[in-house]
C-alpha cells in the first residue's frame, strides 16, 4: 500500500507543494516547528530509512533538498536552513528543512508553530517561485 508521502507526491492528498521534479517532491510539513518547514521526498521510493536508499537515490535526494534550500533561505527570512533526518513518524524516506533563527529552533520538543491556510500558500508559492529561479 502507498504510503502518506507517496499519495502527496501523486497528488491524492494535498499538500502545500515547494518544488518538484521527476524524482523528488518537496512541500510543507503539516505541523512546522518554523514557518516554511519543507519536507523533502523521494517519490518513488518508500523505504523508510534514509540509509537504505540506491546510492543513486540517496545522492538526487540531497542534491534536490540543497536546490530546496537555497529556495527556502530567499523566501522565508533566517539565518541558516537546518536539516535533520528522523522518519520516527511517517515510513517514507524524508528530509526535514527548518528554517532558523538560532539551534533552538531545531528541537521536536518545541511547540509547532501557528500558520494560517492563507500564509501557508503564501509561502510555498515563494519557495517555488525561487526554486523554479534556480
Ligand atoms: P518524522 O517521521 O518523525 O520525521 O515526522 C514526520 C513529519 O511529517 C512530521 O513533522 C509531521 O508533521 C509531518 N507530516 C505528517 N503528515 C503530513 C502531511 N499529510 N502533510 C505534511 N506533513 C506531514
Known sequence: MATIFTRIANGEIPSYKV????DFYAFLDINPLAKG???VIPKHVEDDYIFHLDEQTYAGLWAFARKVAVALKAAVPCQRVGVCVLGMEVPHTHIH???LQSEKDLNFANPR?????EENARIAASILKEYENL
Open 113 to 117: 508553530a501557528v500558520v494560517t491556510p
Open 97 to 99: 528543512l527548518v528554517p
Open 19 to 22: 518544488a518538484e521534479d521527476a
Open 37 to 39: 518547514h519543507t519536507l
